[in-house]
């Protein structure tokens, strides 16, 4: 339960960033519309960061350099921007499945010594077959 209310939780903010953000920037709109472009933006940022991690880096990256106006400078300072964002994630995601590995083995207490107990399976069934381990 309490996983729920943290998702509508860190979900609700995001709205909430998003419609100021939008209020911000069309001031003439009415109150639908915000509502409207602030809803559809936060599905689809949810989605992004759910199912497509590269569309996100690549959105993220659009923002950082929306402000530069010379296009070339605009596509260089992209490309490292999105490079950088793709190592950073590449080695979070390296990171989220060694700390995976770490609380599997705290929570069971039996995953590394199941990994040690299949090696000294593996090393007699070599010893059975004449091989060394």
Do not use: H
Request: contains cysteine; positive net charge.
């Amino acid at each position: 339960m309490k996983w729920y209310i943290y998702w509508a939780a860190l979900v609700s903010c995001l709205l909430g960033v998003l419609y100021t953000k939008n209020k911000k920037m069309y001031s003439d709109k009415p109150r639908q519309w915000y509502i409207g472009k602030s809803l559809i933006e936060c599905v689809l940022l949810v989605i992004a960061a759910a199912f497509m991690p590269a569309i996100l880096v690549v959105y993220a990256s659009m923002m950082i350099t929306k402000n530069i106006q010379r296009p070339a400078f605009r596509i260089g300072v992209g490309f490292v921007v999105g490079t950088v964002l793709m190592m950073t994630m590449g080695w979070i995601l390296e990171l989220l499945v060694l700390v995976g590995a770490f609380a599997i083995n705290l929570v069971s207490d039996d995953f590394l010594g199941f990994m040690a107990e299949r090696k000294q399976k593996r090393g007699v069934a070599l010893v059975m077959d004449g091989k060394t381990a």
